[in-house]
Structures are given as C-alpha cells and as structure tokens.
C-alpha cells in the first residue's frame, strides 16, 4: 500500500495530495500532528535517505532549536528530534512500499506513477 507521510495543512502536502488525486493514485495518509511517528520507521527512513535529506531547515520547528542543537545534530540527535517533533520531517514523505520520496515534484511522481 502506497502511504504519504506528512502534515495535512502543509501547502507542499496540499500539492502531493492534489497531484496522487488527479492522477488516481490510491494512497492512505499518515497525518504525524494526529498519529505522530515512531523511531523504527524514523531509524528505517535514515538508513536508507539519510537524516540530512528528511530534516527540514526551513521549517519552524527547526528554526525554534539552539542554535547548540542546530550545529551539533548528528544522526542519533536528528532521529530523536524528528520522533519527538514529526514537524521536523520534510514533507511528504512517499512510501510506495518499494521506493520512498521526500519533498514532492511533478517530475518524480511522474515517473512513479506514469
């Protein structure tokens, strides 16, 4: 099962959701303010991508850590703070149970999803 990962009012989410929509791509929706996220799929999604592509520096959240925090985050420290604050993760994250995606463009659905 295809699954985006992400924040319902996020205006990048709006997007996906409009394109995986008007392309007829069946999906379910994991909202991380309602269900949050657990550090296995966190741990999983570092593994394979790499915490510095699923950390969002332009968000809020980031920018509301120390200074401290922002200069001496690692994998251990960026995966504990994405868990405690799923805001932290950039959006969406696609899972296609084969392939996972951060952030969205047109391009890269396109040829997920031809």
């Not at 379910?28 to 991508?49: M, N, P, S």
């Amino acid at each position: 099962m295809i699954t985006l990962y992400g924040i319902a009012n996020c205006d990048t989410m709006k997007r996906a959701r409009a394109w995986l929509d008007g392309h007829g791509v069946k999906y379910g929706f994991h909202d991380y303010k309602k269900a949050g996220i657990d550090e296995a799929r966190v741990r999983g999604w570092d593994a394979e991508l790499g915490w510095e592509i699923l950390v969002n520096r332009r968000g809020t959240t980031w920018r509301r850590l120390t200074e401290a925090a922002r200069e001496g985050v690692d994998a251990e420290l960026a995966i504990r703070l994405m868990v405690t604050n799923p805001s932290l993760i950039r959006r969406p994250v696609l899972d296609t149970g084969e392939a996972r995606l951060v952030g969205f463009s047109e391009d890269l659905y396109r040829g997920l999803f031809p």
